[in-house]
């Protein structure tokens, strides 16, 4: 019987050399998939100019939340990598027991040279680890400039509820979120720069580990078929 996908989307696995590719590739999968979650998360920031209709948050809560959200999402980027790592050297540790101790100091990671891949990517993920340490344990995105610019939105937010002149003029209020805007995302877009070049740098060697593993599964199926 061969291994495959039946009409309801279920896979079928008939071989450790298919059990062994699904699994490389949904490690993978959700490795890329946390980019372009952190990737989104930088669009979703960009177009935050207005605040959305009918909301019953602020806009500069709606700005606080999508910088909140990529500090988050950046920082899930080595969590799945070493998820991936798990998988591509069938490991058998489970996704959610997957730890960083765990895995740059396990001799077959070492032995392939992925724990320095490792290392380099989880020291640029946690380049934001402060502010998403801040936002883990219960606290909200802080820093001064940001703290000076959401009192200024909601110093004229108050003031439209009350019916009153708004204390700062509107294009001052505009240029203010642009210059957030913009330095933040021009930031993180940076960061997630270098995050990809390290992610990069790890498949080059992974894509070497895997060829190198899968062959091997290759070879006992060649021997079983024999026997």
Do not use: W
């Not at 606080?64 to 069938?90: G, K, P, T, V, W």
């Not at 009192?151 to 294009?171: D, L």
């Not at 990809?196 to 070879?219: C, E, H, P, Q, W």
């Amino acid at each position: 019987m061969k291994g495959g996908v039946s009409r309801d989307g279920e896979v079928t696995i008939s071989s450790d050399l298919q059990g062994y590719i699904f699994s490389c590739a949904k490690g993978l999968g959700v490795l890329t998939s946390a980019l372009d979650k952190a990737a989104l998360s930088i669009e979703f920031l960009a177009h935050s100019v207005k605040p959305l209709k009918g909301s019953s948050y602020t806009h500069d809560e709606q700005i606080q939340f999508a910088i909140e959200n990529y500090f988050i999402r950046s920082a899930m980027i080595y969590d799945r990598a070493l998820i991936f790592a798990n998988h591509l050297l069938d490991l058998g540790v489970a996704d959610e027991s997957t730890s960083h101790l765990q895995m740059v100091t396990n001799s077959h990671v070492k032995r392939y040279q992925l724990d320095e891949h490792l290392k380099e990517l989880g020291k640029v993920c946690r380049e934001k680890s402060v502010e998403r340490n801040a936002i883990i344990h219960h606290r909200s995105y802080s820093k001064d400039e940001f703290n000076q610019f959401s009192m200024i939105i909601s110093a004229n937010e108050i003031s439209k509820q009350a019916g009153k002149k708004a204390p700062f003029p509107r294009k001052a209020v505009k240029d203010l979120t642009d210059a957030v805007l913009s330095d933040h995302t021009a930031d993180f877009e940076e960061h997630l720069e270098k995050i990809r070049r390290s992610v990069n740098g790890f498949l080059d060697t992974a894509a070497a580990v895997y060829k190198i593993r899968r062959a091997s599964y290759s070879n006992e199926a060649d021997v079983d078929a024999t026997t």
